[in-house]
């Protein structure tokens, strides 16, 4: 079965050389969920096939297409918040170690290998539809689904052991040659080629969210949409994360809220909140010290809080040096603990490992960069109807990033739907400026709803 992967995945690498832009972003979306970082072609440097998908994306596109990599690149709408980012690592960088270091090619790969992936999709998306590109996409996510729940049925991930299986390097916690099951005695867990099921809902999460505004689509594509979003919704609740299903909730809230009209905003605004209190008592009362939820314990996460702060003590605002969190807290063979010697677990929150590796400015920077993509979206929701739930998407992928990090490099799949829907208002912003219009999509649209009545 090794050949067969390993010839799957060079061959899904020459059909990116060989088709268009579409077909290139389409199979790094593939790529990026079926190779799993856990799995390495070497260990040092560590190189993973999944983000060889990501490189050659990048080097296929400057050669086909360099004037629109260009423009994606240096005249993007994200250059600002990425270009303090980038700032962030350098300082940590040369405070730590010096320009000349580790650090700094740690802060280089981190920069590539994770705001890659949002000009990746936004170089995608300043030339394609959305909405074309969600329908190339479907059969992929019916596969994930169908595997999701084959995992469960059988209690054993074989895709998962198969695939690392095929690579000389595999850095996962889990045996390869016995069953590799997440399920707990009292929830079920599935993570297909991820990580962690962590890793699979936030996957399943950006895949709902992105899917649910063309509900409303009609004719066949109804069909295809609703059958999408509820084995998408099936999978949220096998995958066992409640971050991932808290998150879905409150993407969907959002998107449906900003529908209502003023007065019913606010009728809804103030019963959220009288309601929240209550929820918030009881979220506290079984959540405060129950060990059975392991990071979802408010005195676990304090403890990882404070182990935090205590660790930047001595450089708050540049930190420890970029992945010093994985490289020497989570060296092999040991696990980040406080000073009474208490395991924290995974130190599962973007904030802990922001603060310890990059200091304050690089939390500011991280979350500057979230924000800044949250708002451009919501500014867009009414005038490109193709994205109009991008900013339930980002919010609530800020939100899961938050409450349990980017395990498994978790954060590259609301990155590319969100990077894809960015590139999409950039190049209808071009269209608005090239013919002195306002920016809208309603006229592509109109088309799509009547290609759809035809095919009906």
């Not at 020459?14 to 260990?43: E, H, S």
């Not at 998908?53 to 994606?72: C, G, M, Q, T």
């Not at 990033?401 to 894809?420: D, P, V």
Request: with cysteine.
């Amino acid at each position: 079965m090794s050949i067969v992967v390993l010839l799957f995945f060079f061959g899904l690498l020459a059909y990116m050389f060989l088709t268009d832009t579409q077909g290139r972003f389409v199979t790094l979306v593939m790529g990026t969920v079926l190779f799993p970082t856990t799995a390495l072609f070497i260990k040092n440097p560590s190189i993973s096939p999944q983000h060889i998908f990501l490189y050659a994306f990048f080097f296929i596109e400057f050669f086909k297409d360099r004037e629109n990599f260009n423009k994606s690149l240096f005249s993007g709408a994200l250059l600002v918040p990425i270009g303090i980012s980038i700032i962030s690592y350098v300082f940590t960088a040369i405070y730590n170690s010096g320009i000349a270091s580790k650090d700094m090619y740690y802060g280089i790969r981190d920069v590539i290998d994770g705001f890659g992936y949002i000009y990746a999709a936004y170089i995608c998306g300043r030339k394609e539809s959305v909405y074309a590109l969600a329908q190339k996409l479907i059969p992929f996510v019916i596969i994930i689904c169908l595997f999701g729940i084959a995992e469960i049925l059988l209690g054993d991930n074989y895709p998962y052991k198969i695939v690392n299986s095929a690579f000389p390097y595999y850095e996962g916690s889990r045996n390869l040659d016995a069953t590799v099951s997440f399920t707990e005695s009292w929830r079920f867990r599935s993570c297909f080629t991820t990580k962690h099921p962590t890793a699979f809902g936030t996957l399943l999460m950006s895949l709902f969210l992105f899917y649910a505004p063309y509900f409303k689509k009609e004719g066949p594509e109804h069909k295809k949409i609703v059958l999408v979003l509820a084995l998408l919704a099936l999978n949220l609740f096998l995958c066992g994360s409640r971050t991932a299903m808290l998150c879905t909730a409150l993407g969907v809230g959002l998107y449906i809220y900003f529908k209502f009209n003023p007065f019913l905003k606010i009728l809804i605004a103030g019963f959220t909140l009288f309601a929240s209190t209550a929820i918030l008592a009881i979220f506290l009362q079984n959540f405060q010290t129950n060990t059975e939820h392991g990071g979802s314990s408010l005195d676990f996460r304090e403890r990882q809080l404070l182990y935090s702060v205590a660790a930047i003590y001595n450089s708050p605002i540049f930190g420890n040096g970029n992945k010093y969190t994985s490289h020497v807290i989570f060296a092999e063979e040991t696990r980040a603990s406080d000073s009474s010697g208490r395991d924290l677990g995974g130190l599962e929150s973007i904030i802990f490992s922001l603060l310890i590796d990059r200091g304050f400015f690089g939390l500011v920077s991280y979350y500057l960069l979230l924000l800044w993509m949250c708002v451009l979206l919501f500014r867009y929701r009414e005038k490109l109807q193709q994205i109009s739930g991008g900013f339930a998407l980002m919010t609530s992928g800020t939100l899961f990033l938050t409450l349990s990090g980017t395990i498994g490099n978790s954060s590259s799949f609301i990155f590319l739907f969100t990077g894809l829907q960015l590139g999409y208002i950039a190049q209808y912003k071009q269209i608005a400026y090239d013919n002195d219009t306002e920016v809208s999509d309603e006229d592509e649209t109109e088309e799509e709803n009547d290609q759809d009545a035809e095919k009906a």
